[in-house]
C-alpha cells in the first residue's frame, strides 16, 4: 500500500490556478504549477483545509458510498460523536442509532463508548507516567502526521494508546463475531466520519499494523439518509447508547481532556492555532500540564468538513445533548487488566518521517540549507504566492530541490526586465554621445 496515500485529492478540471489552497495548507504541501495546484502527497496531513478554503470545490475527499453495505453478510455502524450534533432538537441519541438500523446496518456500537474507556486509560497512563508530562492526545490523525514530519522531538510526548475509531471496531468487530458466528472477512465496522483525516488513517493507520475498520462513509452523505428514518422511529426508541457525557464531549474541542477530570490541560482547535502549540511546546515555553488535546479542525471534530452543520452551532447542540446524559456509560475501572492494555495501546512505535529535509545526509541538507538562505535574501520577501509557492521561502527551497526556477517570481522578471531596459537605454545615450 502506498505509504503516503491520502483521502485529499485534487479534481484538475475543476481547479483554476488560484493560490487560495498554497496560502491556507499548513504544511505548504500545495504548489501551483501551470495552472494548476498539485498536492505532494510526502507533505499533506489531510487536515482538509484546502477542501474548505477551495472556492472552485476542485479539493475533494475519497471515502466511501453507502452501497459498501452490500458488500458484508453483517454491518456495524461507528457512529462518530459529532454525528448527534447535526441535528436540530435531538433528546436521545437512541433515535439516531435506531435510525441507523433501519437504514440498513445490523449492529450499532457508539465511538463515544470507546472514548469513555480511553478517557479511563489515559487517566490511568498518565499517573502511571508523571515524568513524561505532558502527554498529547493522539485521537486527530492529523495532529499524530503533523507531529511524525514536523515536531520530531514531540513524538515520546504522544500518548501510546489507540483513538477511540480503532478501539470501537475492536470491540464491535469481536461483539459482532460472537453474536453471529460468522468469520471476521464476512463483518463490515463501517465508521461514519467527520473528516478525511481518518479516511487516511484506516487506509494507513498510525502505530498499529492494520485498521479494524473496514469502510468509511461521510457524515454529510449519511445525514439526509438519515433523517427520514429517525421520523420513523421518533420518541419509541430502544436503549441502544453506550456512551455517556464524557464520550459525546469528544465530539467537541475540550470534550477529551475535560474527561480526564482534571484542570490541568490545555486544548486547541484549528490546525494554525495546533502548530502555535507545538511549537512552543517544543521551545518548552508550555509547562505545568499534564494534557494536551490538539484538534486540526476549528470547533473539533464537529469542524470536519465532512460535516453538514456549522461547527459553533453543532457544539452548542453537543453540549445541549449531554445536559440530561449520565457522565459515563463505558469503564475500565481503576486498573487496566493485560487484554485491556493489549487492546487500547499501540502495536507498535511512531517514527519521524523527515520528509522535509532537503538532502539525504546531514551534510547535503545543511549545505541545501545555506543555498536557500542565499536564495531567500534575493528574493523580494512578499510572499505574494504568485510563483506557485505559498513563500519565497518555500519557492527557494523548491529551486534547490530542483522543481522550480527563479524564473518563476515575477518580481525577479521585472527586475531583470527594468535592469535590461535600463542597459539598452544607456546603450543608446552612449552611441548618441559619439555620433
Not at 495546484?37 to 484546502?50: M, P, R, T, V
Not at 478554503?53 to 471515502?63: D, E, G, N, V
Not at 534547490?400 to 539598452?424: F, H, N, P, T, W
Request: charged letters at 30%; proline letters at 5%; aromatic letters at 6%.
Amino acid at each position: 500500500m502506498d505509504k503516503f496515500y491520502h483521502s485529499v485529492r485534487l479534481d484538475e478540471s475543476l481547479c483554476k490556478g488560484c493560490i487560495n489552497c498554497i496560502k491556507r495548507c499548513p504544511t505548504g504541501a500545495i504548489r501551483v504549477r501551470d495552472k494548476k495546484a498539485q498536492i505532494n502527497k510526502k507533505f499533506c496531513i489531510d487536515c482538509g483545509e484546502c477542501i474548505r478554503i477551495c472556492p472552485h470545490h476542485a479539493k475533494l475527499a475519497t471515502y466511501d458510498k453507502m452501497d459498501v453495505l452490500k458488500e458484508f453478510s453483517y454491518t456495524v455502524a461507528l457512529p462518530a460523536p459529532a454525528l448527534y450534533s447535526q441535528f436540530n432538537n435531538l433528546e436521545d441519541v437512541n433515535i439516531v442509532l435506531a435510525a441507523l438500523l433501519k437504514m440498513g446496518f445490523d449492529d450499532v456500537y457508539e465511538v463515544s463508548a470507546a472514548a469513555e474507556l480511553v478517557s479511563d486509560a489515559t487517566r490511568i497512563y498518565i499517573e502511571q507516567h508523571r515524568n513524561d508530562l505532558p502527554l498529547i492526545s493522539t485521537a486527530c490523525p492529523s495532529v499524530v502526521r503533523l507531529i511524525r514530519v514536523r515536531f520530531p522531538n514531540l513524538i515520546d510526548h504522544l500518548l501510546p494508546l489507540r483513538p477511540p475509531i480503532e478501539v470501537a471496531a475492536s470491540i464491535a468487530a469481536q461483539r459482532a463475531m460472537k453474536k453471529t458466528g460468522l468469520s471476521r472477512d464476512k463483518i463490515g465496522i463501517i465508521f461514519i466520519s467527520p473528516c478525511p483525516s481518518k479516511v487516511s488513517y484506516v487506509k494507513n493507520p498510525l502505530c498499529v499494523e492494520k485498521s479494524e475498520v473496514d469502510r468509511v462513509l461521510a457524515i454529510k452523505d449519511v445525514y439526509p439518509k438519515l433523517l427520514s428514518h429517525m421520523k420513523e422511529v421518533g420518541n419509541d426508541a430502544p436503549e441502544l447508547a453506550l456512551s455517556g457525557k464524557i464520550g459525546i464531549s469528544w465530539g467537541r474541542s475540550g470534550g477529551e481532556a475535560s474527561g480526564l477530570l482534571t484542570d490541568s490541560y490545555l486544548a486547541a482547535d484549528g490546525i494554525e492555532n495546533v502548530i502555535r502549540v507545538l511549537e512552543d511546546l517544543e521551545d518548552q515555553k508550555i509547562d505545568n500540564l499534564e494534557f494536551i488535546e490538539l484538534n486540526a479542525c476549528s470547533g473539533g471534530c464537529v469542524g470536519g468538513v465532512l460535516t453538514v452543520e456549522n461547527p459553533y452551532v453543532a457544539e452548542v447542540k453537543l453540549k445541549r445533548l449531554r445536559k440530561y446524559m449520565p457522565v459515563a456509560k463505558s469503564h475500565i475501572g481503576d486498573s487496566m487488566d493485560q487484554e485491556t492494555k493489549r487492546q487500547l495501546s499501540w502495536t507498535r512505535e511512531l517514527e519521524y518521517e523527515p520528509v522535509f529535509n532537503l538532502g539525504e545526509t546531514m551534510m547535503e541538507s545543511f549545505s541545501r540549507l545555506n543555498q536557500v538562505e542565499r536564495l531567500t535574501k534575493r528574493l523580494p520577501g512578499l510572499d505574494c504566492g504568485s510563483c506557485g509557492a505559498p513563500t519565497c521561502r518555500a519557492l527557494a527551497e523548491d529551486i534547490v530541490r530542483g522543481e522550480a526556477s527563479e524564473k518563476d517570481c515575477i518580481y525577479r522578471i521585472k527586475d531583470d526586465l527594468q535592469r535590461l531596459l535600463e542597459e539598452m537605454g544607456q546603450k543608446r545615450d552612449d552611441s548618441s554621445g559619439v555620433d
